[in-house]
T-cell receptor, first 115, second 110 residues
């Protein structure tokens, strides 16, 4: 596609439910990042995929969070047993390479509200 | 660990003024620096990308400079317009991770 696509744009769920957020990166981009942005806060790194390499999961806040990237393209971020503190905007970004020329492009985000 | 700071946190200027936003980083071993704009409720839009070997980049009314040795970058906006009102973020890339500042919230008053 023309840009990074995320779905859903908005998700309201009840505490304890599982949610899945989807990211479709720009075609040909090998690097894919997930970030979280809480209200009025900066970006918090969650996870990074580069090609077929093992992902960098160092930013995941707990074992309730997981992500996968199928076929080196679409990625799904899963939050199990959601808590109210998980409420935030989840942003996905992709880059053509993890090398020095990489320019990062973001999707519009998925706003998660946990009641 | 790389730390990125943006000053000021908020800025309000009358329409037509030129302005400068600042970004500083603690580790000069970067591959590139990127400036973004974020409108309320939206994702980040890339404005300018400066490679580590470059000193500046220009796009329209925007000019970004990079002084890697001193760990500083500036974003210069000429002849500001109300449509420039947004939060501006800078990010540095170390070849693996991007490190973001917390942004400068800009309001341009008509």
């Amino acid at each position: 596609g023309a840009g990074v696509s995320q779905s859903p744009s908005n998700k309201v769920t009840e505490k304890g439910k599982d949610v899945e957020l989807r990211c479709d990166p720009i075609s040909g981009h090998t690097a894919l990042y997930w970030y979280r942005q809480s209200l009025g806060q900066g970006l918090e790194f969650l996870i990074y995929f580069q090609g077929n390499s093992a992902p960098d999961k160092s930013g995941l806040p707990s074992d309730r969070f997981s992500a996968e990237r199928t076929g080196g393209s679409v990625s799904t971020l899963t939050i199990q047993r959601t808590q109210q503190e998980d409420s935030a905007v989840y942003l996905c970004a992709s880059s053509i390479t993890s090398g020095s020329t990489g320019e990062l492009f973001f999707g519009e985000g998925s706003r998660l509200t946990v009641l | 660990k790389q730390e990125v700071t943006q000053i000021p946190a908020a800025l309000s200027v009358p329409e037509g003024e030129n302005l400068v936003l600042n970004c500083s980083f603690t580790d000069s071993a970067i591959y590139n620096l990127q400036w973004f704009r974020q409108d309320p409720g939206k994702g980040l839009t890339s404005l300018l990308l400066i490679q580590s070997s470059q000193r500046e980049q220009t796009s329209g009314r925007l000019n970004a400079s990079l002084d890697k040795s001193s760990g500083r970058s500036t974003l210069y906006i000429a002849a500001s317009q109300p449509g420039d009102s947004a939060t501006y973020l800078c990010a540095v890339f170390n070849g693996n991770q991007f490190y973001f500042g917390t942004g400068t919230s800009l309001t341009v008053i008509p």
